[in-house]
């Protein structure tokens, strides 16, 4: 499992994605983000991670429910004009439901 140090409401530390169950940045239109970081210091971001209310992953075949699975944004793949606000040169695809969008200044910005 890929283990990086992820922002938290408690401060940084070094916990995947998977265990949190949403993202500390609202984008807005139901995505939010995270941001991750190679180092413990937390000098700079090196990617996100982000969810949305995805349909994909509400049910299970047997009625359960699971929680929203978060994507992930490398700003090396996709790049960056800003970290603060968030600008990701790159568009974001949910391959679950096929929601499709860019953040732009910290905002998400729907793809029709």
């Known amino acids: 499992m890929d283990i990086r140090y992820v922002e938290t409401a408690d401060g940084l530390g070094p916990v995947h994605a998977l ?5 500390l940045h609202d984008a807005g239109e139901g995505v939010s983000f995270t941001y991750f970081y ?8 090196i990617g ?3 969810w949305h209310n995805c349909p994909a992953y509400r049910t299970g075949p047997n009625g359960e429910e699971y929680p929203d699975r978060p994507g992930q944004a490398t700003f090396e793949r996709w790049g960056v004009d800003s970290a603060d ?4 040169q790159g568009s ?3 391959l ?3 929601r499709h969008g860019f953040i732009r200044d910290g905002v ?5």
Not at 19 to 23: A, C, P, S
Not at 39 to 44: A, L
Not at 85 to 88: A, D, G, K, S
């Open 19 to 23: 265990e949190l169950d949403h993202g």
């Open 108 to 112: 998400w910005v729907e793809c029709w």
């Open 48 to 50: 996100i991670y982000w």
């Open 92 to 94: 974001l695809l949910c």
């Open 38 to 45: 190679d180092d413990p210091n937390k000098t700079k971001p």
């Open 85 to 88: 606000p968030l600008t990701l």
């Open 96 to 98: 679950s439901c096929n």
